[in-house]
């Protein structure tokens, strides 16, 4: 029998069975339960800078709730891959595309480690509300590595607030919760990411308990 979900922790690796798990109670609800982070969703979009034909990745796609943002700067000659590990959510995500006649859309279930491939060359990859990837440094590599010199990189997630201010903790904590499998390194969520794209620029919104980093491989578009 399964037994109740294992709280996340401080200390815990990201475990991406329990994300499936997680994600696979969400999926009905999740757009309706984060519709209020639209805006977060619109500006981290907005700090990759894409233009028409832009290769982008989506990672931890989710539901697609960024597509219709990045479509909008891909437009039709661009391609969108998603990459999601839940197949509810990945599910919702094909459902929206087919339902918006995006036919520029690769979804892949799984992974980012397992699901990037040789010949991937990214104008851009997305890391949406995705602390459990952006603590993965074999998913950061295998995405990383396939940016172009030139391309993007932006996410945006919850993070710690000031340890002088418990209440907005606790808020972070409560919700937070429910959406990943590790809190390990919520101060600084961003720093694998920083390690892997030079002079990533980070934006803390301490009080909010938020940030937004976004950042530009070394080199010019080919
Ligand atoms: C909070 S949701 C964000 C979804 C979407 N980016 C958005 O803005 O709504 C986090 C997503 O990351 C996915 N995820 C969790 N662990 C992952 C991993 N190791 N690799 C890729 N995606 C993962 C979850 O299944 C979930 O769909």
New binding site residues.
């Given amino acids: 029998m399964a037994g109740a979900p294992t709280p996340p922790t401080e200390q815990g690796r ?3 069975d329990a ?2 798990a ?2 696979e109670r ?1 999926a009905d609800t ?2 309706a339960q ?1 519709g209020w ?1 639209g805006p ?2 619109a500006r ?1 979009v907005s700090l990759l800078d894409l233009r028409p034909g832009d290769t982008v990745v ?9 597509f219709a943002a990045i479509e909008a700067r891909i437009g039709p000659s661009g391609r969108l891959v998603g ?4 197949l509810d ?2 599910t919702q995500a094909g459902q929206r595309a087919d339902r918006l006649g995006w036919s520029n859309v690769d979804l892949r279930l ?4 397992d699901q990037m491939r040789p010949d991937d060359d990214l104008d851009a990859a ?8 952006l603590r ?1 440094r074999a ?1 950061l590599e295998a995405i990383v590595g396939r940016l172009r010199p030139g391309g993007r990189a932006a996410a ?2 919850p993070m710690w607030a000031p340890w002088w201010a418990p209440a907005m903790n606790l808020l972070v904590w409560y919700v937070a919760s429910d ?3 590790t809190f390990e390194g919520f101060s600084e969520p961003w720093s694998h990411l920083a390690d892997l794209v030079p002079g990533l620029e980070v934006e803390r919104h301490d009080l909010a308990g938020e940030y937004f980093a976004w950042g530009e491989m070394t080199g010019n578009r080919p």
């Fill in positions: 990201p475990d991406p994300a499936r997680l994600y969400h999740y757009d984060t982070a977060d969703r981290v989506d990672v931890g796609c989710g539901t697609g709730l960024c990459i999601e590990p839940c959510m990945l799984g992974l980012p480690e997305l890391f949406c509300f995705t602390h459990d990837v993965s998913a945006v997630g959406y990943v499998t």
